[in-house]
């Protein structure tokens, strides 16, 4: 069983940054790929970052909105992973969540991640 506890969202003006912190509790989260959600009013849930692999050998995977602009690590000795998220535009608003998952691949489905966080709103104005 894992626990995730995220934090960091806000309000930030268009062009901001916010780093996003998913805390994990109950299990080593380097085991799971863990992988970054979001969900805006009237949508339905999307992926947004994903990382996989080992502690000594990782990957990550963005979808195609986010990339250049979102950097997706993870504090191993922390047990924590972390959404950088810069130049944010209004459509970034939304809830994010982290979810973790038990094997390394269908990253971006959410079917095949076992654990979610409670999620965290991000608003970016413009």
């Known amino acids: 069983q894992v626990q995730l506890v995220e934090s960091g969202g806000g309000l930030v003006q268009t062009g901001g940054s916010l780093r996003l912190s998913c805390a994990a509790s109950?299990?080593?989260?380097?085991?799971?790929?863990t992988g970054w959600f979001r969900q805006a009013p009237g949508k339905e849930r999307e992926f947004v970052a994903a990382i996989t692999g080992t502690v000594w050998n990782s990957f990550t995977y963005y979808t195609d909105s986010v990339k250049g602009r979102f950097t997706m690590s993870r504090d191993n000795a922390k047990n924590t992973v972390y959404l950088q998220m810069s130049s944010l535009k209004p459509e970034d608003t939304a809830v994010y969540y982290c979810a973790a998952g038990g094997a390394s691949t269908g990253w971006g489905t959410q079917g095949r991640y076992d654990y979610w966080g409670q999620g965290t709103q991000v608003t970016v104005s413009s």
């Open positions: 109950g299990r080593t989260l380097s085991m799971y790929k």
